[in-house]
């Protein structure tokens, strides 16, 4: 756990180095989606972290390339955007090393990434399927309470939001929110004008999967 990691100083999974601030990596990809939008997102929600727990954060918006090694410098990475996301093998290599030595990615489709991250996914691990997490799940228990699971925060194609994960050595990994956008409800009010209750719950939310990523 990164609070056992930070007390005795071992490095146990990326990012956590003693004394660092927690930063969110956001994932540049290849595809054509607009991997880049609503910058504003991890700045506003790392400060809602800030304000509501005890982590200590550095709320800044700095994207990853997945071909480098500057991907171990977060321990948490987060994907989003709109249509194809196409990896390389190399990118593909280096995520796979990335998650199987404790690095945690969330993905958030903003709409029509689906198809084309499920297939990367399996690139990924050709031997996991992801799995729909129960509502009894930490994840949504963590920090704040979800008894319901996900939050409907914007409506795409009037599905019911699933939240799916992949499992390393019994944890999760890699955690995709389907038909809910909760990143949308990160970004700043005038983006996307979501009603302030709204936003909270996208932010809470958020902050559960921040926790509950550093703590598993």
Same mark, same amino acid.
């Given at each position: 756990?990164?609070? !056992?990691?930070?007390?005795?100083? &071992?490095?146990?999974?990326?990012? $956590?180095? !003693?004394?660092?601030? !927690?930063? /969110?990596?956001?994932?540049?990809?290849?595809?054509?989606?607009?991997? +880049?939008? @609503?910058?504003?997102?991890?700045?506003?929600?790392?400060?809602?972290?800030?304000?509501?727990?005890? /982590?200590?954060?550095?709320?800044? *918006?700095?994207?990853?390339?997945?071909? %480098?090694?500057?991907?171990?410098? +977060?321990?948490?990475?987060?994907?989003?955007? =709109?249509? %194809?996301?196409?990896?390389?093998?190399?990118?593909?290599?280096?995520?796979?090393?990335?998650?199987?030595?404790?690095?945690?990615? *969330? /993905? @958030?489709?903003?709409?029509?990434?689906?198809?084309?991250?499920?297939?990367?996914?399996?690139?990924?691990?050709?031997?996991?399927?992801?799995?729909?997490?129960?509502?009894?799940?930490?994840? +949504? =228990?963590?920090?704040? @309470?979800?008894?319901? #699971?996900?939050?409907?925060?914007?409506?795409? @194609?009037?599905? /019911?939001?699933?939240?799916?994960?992949?499992? =390393?050595?019994?944890?999760?990994?890699?955690?995709?929110? *389907?038909? $809910?956008?909760?990143?949308?409800?990160?970004?700043?009010?005038?983006? =996307?004008?979501?009603?302030?209750?709204?936003?909270?719950?996208?932010?809470?939310? #958020?902050?559960?999967?921040? &926790?509950?990523?550093?703590?598993?």
């Amino acid at each position: 756990m990164l609070l !056992v990691a930070l007390a005795t100083g &071992v490095q146990a999974q990326p990012g $956590t180095n !003693v004394g660092s601030a !927690v930063k /969110i990596g956001r994932v540049k990809y290849s595809g054509g989606g607009d991997w +880049y939008n @609503d910058p504003s997102a991890e700045i506003n929600l790392l400060r809602y972290v800030r304000a509501h727990t005890s /982590i200590v954060v550095e709320p800044v *918006y700095e994207y990853v390339d997945l071909g %480098t090694d500057n991907l171990f410098l +977060y321990p948490v990475l987060f994907m989003t955007g =709109h249509g %194809t996301v196409s990896l390389t093998d190399a990118e593909i290599r280096n995520l796979r090393s990335y998650l199987t030595n404790g690095g945690f990615l *969330y /993905i @958030d489709d903003d709409y029509g990434m689906d198809q084309s991250i499920r297939r990367e996914l399996q690139r990924v691990f050709p031997d996991k399927q992801l799995r729909e997490l129960p509502f009894s799940h930490p994840i +949504y =228990h963590c920090h704040f @309470d979800f008894p319901k #699971g996900l939050p409907k925060i914007h409506e795409h @194609d009037n599905k /019911i939001p699933e939240g799916l994960a992949l499992f =390393h050595d019994e944890r999760v990994c890699v955690f995709y929110t *389907y038909e $809910t956008n909760p990143s949308d409800g990160w970004a700043d009010p005038e983006v =996307h004008n979501d009603p302030p209750e709204r936003r909270e719950t996208a932010l809470k939310l #958020g902050t559960n999967i921040i &926790v509950y990523a550093l703590t598993r």
